[in-house]
């Protein structure tokens, strides 16, 4: 593996899967593989869970970690060719990225969607200009349109837990009252396009995802419906695509109870946090046995591990 941008730079989704579970049984077997080698994590924006495992994950491969939050800490960057800067941002992507390299093996990076301009977001604008311009591997630690290492944590979790061959798995929007990105939900559905499931996508008219990425997979607007005989049901809110970054409805009708989870095959809960209780799905939903999303964060680490070897191995 050269760059993780999307899932589909995964080339063996199944195997990658099966190595990064048995990670688990011996997470520093491969503690030599980077050593002295060093990771840049930069960061436009907030996080927990993507930072830490990260970290972790590099840490168990023996490498070395830094850590810049970019946005608080370093010059704004233009990312536009040509531009005239004379404005706010001090320092042009073409250099940043060169110098940044200089001083790493693998630089990851977070940027979100500016949920404002929906075909700058959709161009993936800082992780393709990374890639663009540092000349080695970069890792999207969630871009404006992707969030591919969370995806492959949510495909170890529902391999690790899942009871049949071919579960159904239902991805279910759920209320917020801010507007969130799409690339979560947008990962999710292209690994679970690759995955043996019966995989349904649920939310209210006005918040389908991007067609390029649903393609044909089932859209079921009752979310009840849907989570009849489901055996996960995973939760995400999105702004809407089609009225670009907009929150049409805050309906509580949508929020995950457990009148709703008693309609599944006892399905697993799943979110990849964090998350608004009582908002997004209700706290005996969140609290019970069946609420699988501390496991999830789990394996993060280990998405991040198997993805950081595999581009290692490729050194
Ligand atoms: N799920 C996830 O990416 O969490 P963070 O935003 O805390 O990294």
Not at 156 to 171: A, F, R, S
Not at 262 to 277: D, E, G, Q, W, Y
Not at 284 to 302: F, G, L, M, P
Request: hydrophobic share 40%; glycine share 2%; aromatic share 8%.
């Amino acid at each position: 593996m050269n760059n993780y941008l999307k899932v589909k730079d995964i080339k063996n989704l199944k195997e990658v899967v099966k190595e990064a579970i048995d990670l688990k049984d011996n997470p520093i077997k491969f503690k030599n593989l980077g050593k002295n080698k060093t990771l840049m994590l930069l960061f436009f924006n907030p996080s927990l869970r993507t930072r830490l495992s990260t970290q972790k994950a590099a840490i168990n491969l023996g490498m070395d970690v830094v850590v810049m939050n970019f946005s608080k800490d370093s010059w704004a960057l233009e990312f536009e060719d040509g531009t005239i800067m004379n404005g706010t941002k001090s320092e042009h992507i073409k250099e940043a990225a060169k110098v940044i390299a200089q001083y790493c093996d693998i630089i990851a990076v977070r940027a979100f969607a500016s949920l404002t301009d929906k075909e700058k977001d959709e161009a993936d604008i800082v992780i393709q200009s990374f890639k663009k311009y540092a000349g080695i591997p970069v890792v999207n630690m969630e871009s404006a349109t992707s969030h591919p290492l969370q995806a492959l944590a949510d495909a170890i979790t529902i391999e690790e837990q899942k009871k049949v061959n071919k579960p159904k798995v239902v991805l279910s929007w759920a209320p917020h009252p801010k507007a969130l990105p799409h690339a979560v939900a947008n990962s999710f559905v292209e690994i679970m396009q690759l995955q043996n499931a019966n995989f349904v996508i649920t939310h209210p008219e006005g918040y389908e995802l991007d067609k390029k990425i649903t393609k044909n997979t089932t859209i079921e607007y009752n979310q009840k419906e849907a989570f009849e005989n489901a055996d996960f049901v995973y939760v995400k809110n999105w702004s809407s695509h089609t009225d670009y970054g907009k929150v049409l409805n805050v309906d509580t009708n949508w929020t995950i109870t457990k009148d709703k989870m008693n309609l599944t095959n006892n399905a697993k809960f799943m979110h990849c946090l964090p998350v608004r209780r009582n908002v997004v799905v209700a706290d005996e939903v969140i609290d019970s046995k069946n609420s699988i999303v501390i496991e999830q964060a789990n394996n993060r680490t280990y998405a991040a591990q198997i993805v950081l070897k595999k581009i290692l191995d490729n050194y």
